[in-house]
């Protein structure tokens, strides 16, 4: 699958700082990571920490999958309202997701301070507007179900959101607690870090297409007939699951994304806020340390990339002008621009964990717009499943 197009600006931003070779003879090893995504390299984190001998490898270079073109707004709401999450999978289990999401920041914040990694990570707060006055009642009805379960969340007016934001919307939900990172630089220097202090080992360029498992051991194939044999196998294949799992459990969209020439940071707004809405597909709006605008949104149902590719500038008009009705004053000029595939899944919550076709395999999966959130979840469950510490969490399981 074609999983993106165009310029992602972290790629051009960081360039290719390291590059790994392809794996060229057999192998083992306690456990393999099939992708070196945020997810791969957050899983290798969790259990190189904990001296399990891993490696992680990547059918393309690596970290180059959909973590390449996310704008990595780190939010603990995720695309369901909790409200409406609680109504599909329950009160507790809905909450419980949501304060997950909400640790998962601070935990890659300490993990960044702790591999002292310079990799862009800023908190910044998070807007969520209200796009129209059914969004201003939702957002009234989200405000009451996260306080009551003690969800950092604030309600503001119609004219609170005008005095302190300059933005007209009927109103908004404002936290304190969300943050923005680059997420290309952040997994390659999770890889690196552990390359060089954990023994791990990464291979680009090496593609798993079949994996067979035994009682105590698996083996993955690639596509040049290279083994690697270990105890277990973490599938972390972002958007490309099919090619691990016989069963679709996603469904795919394209979304579309530019960013700006640099702005004078007095053009910006206060406190550079990330900022998203209540429509579906909805914009989402964020900023980069070097003071450039990065905007997203006008998602299409489906994945085809030739179809996708096509509407690439139109969308960059429809992006721009949906931005500018927001900050008619906005100076904002356009100077890269990308779209990519996502997928999410029918409640909103990943799939993680165990699968009962897919014996000595864990499987992280299933994202949405808050993708990297779940990476970081999925990364701990797994780590305390391979470790013994944790059983299945229920929240995220296949069957649930
Ligand atoms: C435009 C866009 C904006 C986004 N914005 C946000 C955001 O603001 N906040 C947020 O949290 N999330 C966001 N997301 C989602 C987020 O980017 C993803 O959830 C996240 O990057 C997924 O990471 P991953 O490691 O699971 O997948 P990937 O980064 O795609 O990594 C998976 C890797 O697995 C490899 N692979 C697959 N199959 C095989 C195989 N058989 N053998 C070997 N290798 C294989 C692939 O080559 C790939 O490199 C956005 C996504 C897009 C596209």
């Not at 791969?40 to 891993?54: D, I, M, P, R, Y």
């Not at 507790?92 to 640790?103: E, F, R, T």
């Not at 016989?246 to 469904?251: F, G």
């Not at 700006?260 to 909805?282: F, G, N, V």
Request: hydrophobic share 35%; proline share 3%.
């Amino acid at each position: 699958m074609d999983l993106k197009s165009g310029l992602p600006f972290w790629l051009i931003k960081n360039g290719l700082t390291k590059s790994y070779l392809r794996l060229e003879e057999d192998i083992e090893t306690e456990v393999l990571i099939i992708g070196s995504g945020i997810t791969g390299a957050l899983v290798a984190h969790f259990l190189c920490e904990n001296h399990v001998k891993c490696v992680v490898v990547d059918k393309r270079m690596e970290s180059t999958g959909s973590t390449t073109a996310s704008t990595a707004q780190l939010q603990y709401e995720i695309d369901e309202y909790l409200f409406d999450l609680i109504q599909k999978v329950g009160e507790k289990n809905a909450v419980k997701s949501y304060k997950m999401c909400l640790k998962s920041i601070s935990t890659l914040e300490k993990i960044i301070q702790k591999l002292n990694i310079e990799v862009d990570f800023k908190r910044v707060p998070s807007l969520y507007l209200a796009s129209d006055a059914k969004g201003k009642k939702e957002l009234e009805r989200e405000f009451e179900v996260r306080k009551k379960h003690g969800l950092p969340v604030e309600f503001l007016s119609e004219e609170k959101l005008f005095n302190k934001y300059g933005i007209k919307r009927k109103a908004a939900l404002y936290n304190n607690e969300s943050a923005q990172v680059d997420t290309y630089k952040l997994c390659r220097a999770i890889l690196e870090y552990h390359k060089k202090n954990s023994d791990l080992k990464v291979y680009s360029h090496t593609h798993i297409t079949t994996i067979k498992s035994n009682k105590n051991t698996i083996t993955a194939t690639t596509d040049k007939n290279i083994a690697i044999k270990a105890k277990k196998i973490v599938a972390a294949p972002g958007f490309e699951s099919e090619s691990l799992l016989d069963e679709k459990v996603m469904q795919l969209s394209s979304t579309y994304v530019l960013v700006s020439q640099p702005m004078h940071p007095e053009d910006l707004w206060k406190e550079q806020c990330l900022i998203w809405e209540t429509a579906r597909p909805y914009l989402y709006i964020r900023t980069t340390e070097d003071n450039r605008i990065m905007v997203g949104g006008f998602d299409e149902p489906f994945q085809d990339p030739k179809k996708r590719d096509q509407l690439m500038e139109k969308k960059n008009k429809d992006i721009l002008k949906r931005f500018k009705k927001l900050f008619p004053d906005s100076k904002i000029e356009m100077d890269f621009y990308w779209c990519g595939t996502f997928g999410g899944t029918k409640d909103g919550l990943p799939f993680i964990g165990e699968h009962k076709k897919h014996p000595n395999m864990y499987f992280a999966l299933g994202y949405g717009g808050n993708g990297i959130t779940f990476s970081v979840i999925a990364a701990e469950i797994i780590k305390n499943m391979y470790l013994g510490k944790n059983t299945q969490e229920n929240i995220f399981r296949f069957d649930r």
